[in-house]
């Protein structure tokens, strides 16, 4: 057994736009918010018990965005998750029926059990509060849970408007107090994107640290000694923490990552396109054509076209023996950073939190596996940006070099000729909303309710992920509606209250849409000294 050689701190970035539709029944992007907690965030809180519950040490560092929190805490919206979750479990039960005495009734089980497992555990164990689950968590140490922009908005490209970032940082930190109970230690920022002076605006908010693409840190003024792995003190006193691509090439890298294994779950081929139409149409969350339905029967089995049978027992086998494999490759890494053991290296791994379970189906075994390996390992430990912070370690000073982790490594990705005309637009907002904010400076009544639902809807119109969509092409049209709605809405209010009169069913109205942060003062967009 050798001496410890590296810590290492896995970050999950658990984030979703705010979509919240009252005003149809059934909306397709919903199920954006409903697969992520039936893939992913329901199956990894039930892990974190699980570890917790047999005195398996872990550590984990997660964003919570204001806007998945929201959404996690919305009367609406977890009413219609619930039934969501019932609908699929009925579905399971009429699987196992329709495949039994069939090479399928196998894996149509283990849906059934699965969906079951965690309805019971979202109404029984969780009472329909998961962001309370993790606040546990939380305090016992084992989870750091990070905050992030309030709407996701893209920082760099807002900052034409300052104040725009500022709100950004601020109603960010003030939705995660409320909701999870305590103050944020770091921030996640949108996009991992960063500009310089970016740090000052986060140490202003109370923050303590937060992290990069591997260039924000290897292009640093000066480059640290360390690379990505130990943390920099930037010039306003944050640790910015770097992302380290070995770790990241073990995972994505389509020849060498794990995720691609034939054993493997096969994302796209699901029962809600290859079962006949009218049997399958009430269990599809969308308003008439095909969707998913998350019960899929067929493994990765190679590049065909032609699918073998998805067996959970060896899926799951697998997973354990790719967790195996990383940690032994960590340990590698750890001897060939720190031979001579005179400094602890700090490896960080930050993924998208979707990763595991919704894209990669056993990703959450996975990780599982991970912190039961690590709890046996002398070489490598788990760690948290927090308890790091209270620990002796290495860390150099400079100023990182302004940069994203989107394709490139820079802005490119959400200013480009296929999203660039939504810049200007917001810019004008933004400064109308500081103009207005500082000519009104004590709004009561009505009056104040207006210019708090001005702020939320510029902040909604900010949000990234719009023109990541639209760069993309993936659910182009909604993401082009958004923008136009939440500025359309701006414009509305702002005539109501420039110009009158004061109608509160129009306000009403647009506040019933986007109900989110409720405790929001439009002043947060008034000019700092």
């Known amino acids: 057994m050798g001496q410890l050689s590296s810590r290492l701190i896995w970050v999950l970035h658990a984030h979703l736009p705010y979509v919240r539709h009252p005003e149809h029944p059934v909306f397709l992007e919903e199920n954006w918010f ?45 009413a219609r998750f619930t039934e969501r979750l019932r609908l699929l479990c009925e579905l399971a039960e009429k699987e196992t029926g329709r495949t039994r005495h069939t090479q399928w009734e196998g894996v149509a089980g283990f849906y059934q059990n699965r969906l079951a497992s965690l309805k019971h555990y979202w109404e029984s164990d969780l009472r329909k509060n998961l962001p309370a689950r993790l606040g546990q968590h939380m305090r016992s140490g084992a989870l750091d849970g990070l905050t992030c922009g309030a709407t996701h908005g893209y920082l760099p490209l807002l900052a034409v408007v300052p104040e725009a970032v500022e709100a950004q940082i601020a109603i960010g930190v003030q939705t995660f107090q409320r909701i999870m109970g305590q103050p944020p230690r770091g921030i996640w920022l949108p996009e991992c994107a960063y500009f310089d002076g970016l740090d000052a605006v986060l140490a202003k908010n109370g923050l303590s640290f937060f992290f990069l693409e591997s260039h924000g840190l290897l292009y640093a003024d000066p480059t640290p000694p360390s690379g990505v792995y130990a943390p920099m003190k930037t010039p306003a006193g944050l640790l910015a923490f770097g992302r380290d691509p070995d770790s990241s090439k073990q995972i994505w890298s389509q020849e060498e990552g794990y995720p691609g294994d034939v054993d493997y779950r096969d994302f796209y081929r699901d029962i809600g396109y290859d079962l006949p139409y009218e049997y399958v149409r009430p269990y599809l969350h969308t308003d008439g054509p095909r969707g998913m339905t998350g019960m899929k029967y067929h493994r990765i089995t190679g590049k065909t076209d032609d699918k073998d049978r998805y067996v959970p027992e060896a899926a799951k086998a697998k997973s354990g023996l790719h967790a195996k494999d990383f940690i032994r490759r960590k340990e590698d890494q750890a001897r060939q950073l720190a031979p001579s053991g005179d400094w602890i290296p700090t490896v960080v791994c930050p993924f998208d939190a979707e990763l595991f379970g919704h894209w990669w189906f056993e990703g959450v075994d996975f990780l599982e596996g991970l912190f ?95 023109p990541f969509l639209m760069k993309t092409g993936t659910a182009v049209s909604y993401a082009v509606r958004r923008v136009k709605d939440h500025l359309f809405h701006f414009r509305v209010l702002r005539e109501m209250l420039l110009k009158g009169p004061m109608n509160p069913d129009i306000l009403k109205e647009i506040r019933g849409k986007s109900p989110i942060f409720p405790d929001i003062d439009y002043r947060v967009f008034q000019a700092r000294s």
């Open 34 to 78: 409903f697969e992520a907690m039936i893939e992913t965030y329901l199956p990894l809180a039930m892990v974190f018990d699980r570890l917790t519950a047999e005195n398996v040490p872990w550590k984990l560092t997660m964003t919570l965005s204001p806007s998945l929190l929201s959404m996690m805490t919305d009367e609406m919206l977890v």
């Open 372 to 466: 039961r390996e690590g709890a046996v390992s002398s070489v490598v430990r788990f760690s948290n940006p927090s308890s790091l912070l209270g620990e002796d370690h290495w860390e150099s000073e400079g100023s990182p070099e302004p940069s994203s982790w989107g394709v490139n490594g820079y802005y490119e990705v959400w200013l480009n000729g296929s999203n660039e005309w939504i810049w200007p637009l917001l810019t004008d907002a933004g400064r109308e909303m500081v103009r207005i904010a500082a000519q009104v400076n004590r709004a009561e009544g009505l009056q104040k309710e207006v210019l708090d639902q001005m702020a939320r809807e510029l902040l909604l119109a900010q949000s990234s992920d719009w």
